[in-house]
């Protein structure tokens, strides 16, 4: 049977790598309305297509010989992929739910999702992106456990000029050094009742300090805080994200409080 899920994308604005990746990273992070379908069907090897085009995506072949199944997976993305939209956990979290149906596995959401976060990790993808992804909303942890807050559905514009590759990141010791000591310094102060401006503003002063940020990256940061707004980098692409700047950047999404469901 054909079946398909969708995912909402995440942003990652400010994050801490932990040792023990199996709960996750310590960090910020929120469900965007834009993500990423997944329609899958049994087959006798595994294909996967991004947008109509063939593709190796390694977290979703990961995750189907995990669950120990074949398919022809098309995957929709409505974010860029591979620029800090978590659309590789979306896609692998909408992946797992849709599988789960069209082979009758009987697993419970928990177990996809914990499928879906070890598939990311393996591959080197994410650290818990398809945590914020299975729930929505704005979902931190600050070292005491995972919490998370509905956002009212703000819109954020946003801007992208370039990928960055998660796995390079998530593999270089020195890089991962300089971001988990900026974002530890960033999660000290963090406050989760702060509206969006001052969110974006504290983390900013962590991406600034973490050793990602690209001279595109800040020239859009600058602009968008000329014209009197607030604006972050997602991590990790080349991407930014904006509030209280209206026509500075390009693209819109919007927050968004649902987690990933079939449809
Ligand atoms: N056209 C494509 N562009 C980028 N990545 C692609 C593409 N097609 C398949 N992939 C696969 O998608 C995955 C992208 O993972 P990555 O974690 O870098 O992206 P992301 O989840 O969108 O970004 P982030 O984790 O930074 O939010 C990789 O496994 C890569 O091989
Ligand atoms: C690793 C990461 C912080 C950036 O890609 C994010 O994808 C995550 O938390 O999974």
Not at 24 to 52: K, Q
Not at 64 to 84: M, T, W
Not at 166 to 181: N, P, Q, Y
């Amino acid at each position: 049977m054909t079946e398909r899920a969708y995912a909402p994308g995440s942003v990652t604005v400010v994050f801490v790598p932990q040792d023990d990746p199996e709960e996750g990273s310590l960090g910020v992070s929120f469900a965007v309305e834009d993500g990423v379908t997944a329609t899958v069907e049994p087959a006798a090897e595994t294909v996967v297509r991004l947008d109509g085009d063939r593709t190796d995506f390694e977290p979703v072949e990961r995750l189907l010989s995990r669950l120990n199944v074949s398919a022809a997976v098309e995957l929709d993305a409505a974010v860029p992929v591979g620029r800090g939209f978590g659309a590789s956990g979306a896609a692998t979290l909408a992946t797992a739910l849709a599988a789960n149906e069209a082979f009758g596995l009987g697993r419970s959401r928990e177990s996809s999702v914990r499928a879906a976060h070890r598939a990311e990790v393996a591959a080197g993808t994410g650290l818990g992106d398809v945590f914020v992804q299975d729930r929505g909303g704005v979902v931190w942890n600050t070292g005491d456990g995972v919490r998370r807050a509905e956002p009212d559905g703000e819109t954020v514009a946003y801007a992208s000029y370039g990928g960055i590759s998660t796995v390079s990141v998530l593999g270089d010791k020195e890089a991962i050094a300089a971001v988990a000591a900026a974002g530890r310094e960033a999660l000290s102060s963090f406050d989760p009742e702060a509206p969006l401006p001052e969110l974006f503003d504290a983390a900013w002063r962590f991406a600034d300090e973490s050793g990602l940020a690209t001279d595109a990256v800040r020239t859009a940061v600058a602009d968008v805080t000329a014209a009197g707004g607030s604006a972050t980098m997602a991590m990790v692409g080349e991407t930014v994200l904006a509030v209280g700047a209206p026509g500075v950047l390009p693209n819109r999404t919007r927050l968004t409080a649902s987690g990933a469901e079939l449809r």
